[in-house]
């Protein structure tokens, strides 16, 4: 195996520290993820991403209201405007999983368009966080959880915009709204935020699917598409491997992804870290679980038999 070059070691520096800051910052995070994946973005580029986010914000109108007003200026700007949004042929891309590429294609994932709208609309001041529905990810826009008498669990449930009225408002109620980036913004309805998550699932929408998605959920989700996206192309598992190893960068990374990990070195032909890294693994699970351990145990000699 080659010596990772100086520049993406010092990448993964940054990554790692960024993702142990009180505050973690999302583009941040995301940028370095592109730059695992393309060695043409230094950090000018980086900077210039994030120029790219200051300057959309600042052609939002100052403070338009209320989270419906926000939701409707955002997707006026970015999704009229600008033409972000998605495609279905968005999926069979890497490109659409890296935020530098998605400001300059204007086409990415949901998440990662998301993270368009969640960036330019907080340099605004909107309140505007992630939801992660199954199967889609959306921005909401409001203060979930606000209703003085916590009687509200879905956006569009409460405020003007969900029938609440002047007195709702006095009592504590603000309106909370979804918007789905990968459709340009549209907001939604309760019956298309049902419609999304019985499509993805078969269930019921439940209150728990509406809540906040915090900054490290949503870089672990882009990393987690991104080994979706090279687990089908056995070509790419370079991909997979940086892809698995910025996910051990993050904080409390599931023991699975040792595994992960080893298997792909192993795929890649470095049989002797692969080896010793499941055995590793298994000794760790052996705690809990002897005969998968067992199992991993095998592997490991299967790896190092590939050494001969």
């Known amino acids: 195996m080659h010596p990772r070059p100086a520049r993406a070691a010092r990448w993964r520096r940054a990554f790692a520290a960024e993702a142990r800051a009180e505050r973690p910052d999302l583009a941040r995070l995301c940028l370095l993820i592109g730059a695992e994946a393309d060695p043409a973005l230094d950090d000018p580029g980086m900077a210039a991403a994030r120029r790219t986010l200051d300057r959309l914000a ?58 368009v709208w969640i960036e330019v609309a907080r340099r605004a001041g909107a309140p505007v966080h992630g939801v992660a529905l199954p199967g889609h990810f959306v921005v909401g826009f409001g203060t979930p959880g606000v209703c003085a008498q916590g009687a509200c669990g879905a956006y569009g449930g409460c405020g003007a915009g ?25 907001v939604l309805s309760r019956t ?79 049989f002797r870290t692969g080896a010793a890294e499941l055995d590793t693994y298994a000794d760790a699970l052996a705690a809990t679980d002897e005969t998968a351990a067992d199992r991993v145990r095998r592997q490991a000699r299967a790896a190092r038999a590939r050494l001969n």
């Open 58 to 115: 600042a052609l939002l109108p100052a403070g338009p209201g209320c989270p419906r007003a926000w939701a409707a200026a955002v997707a006026e700007l970015l999704g009229a405007r600008c033409g972000f949004r998605g495609r279905p042929g968005d999926y069979q891309r890497l490109e659409s999983s890296l935020l530098h590429q998605v400001l300059r294609r204007g086409r990415g994932l949901p998440i990662l368009l998301s993270v």
């Open 192 to 270: 298309d935020t049902q419609l999304l998550v019985a499509g993805a699932t078969g269930a019921p929408l439940d209150a728990a699917m509406l809540r906040p998605v915090g900054v490290l959920d949503i870089v672990r989700r882009v990393l987690n598409n991104i080994r979706v996206w090279a687990a089908t192309r056995p070509e790419r598992s370079d991909v997979a491997l940086w892809a698995v190893e910025l996910s051990l960068l993050l904080p409390a990374p599931e023991d699975r992804l040792r595994y992960d990990r080893a298997q792909l070195l192993v795929q890649r032909g470095d």
């Open 162 to 186: 969900g029938g609440g009225n002047a007195q709702d408002a006095r009592d504590g109620y603000e309106e909370r709204v979804l918007a789905d980036p990968f459709g340009g913004g549209r």
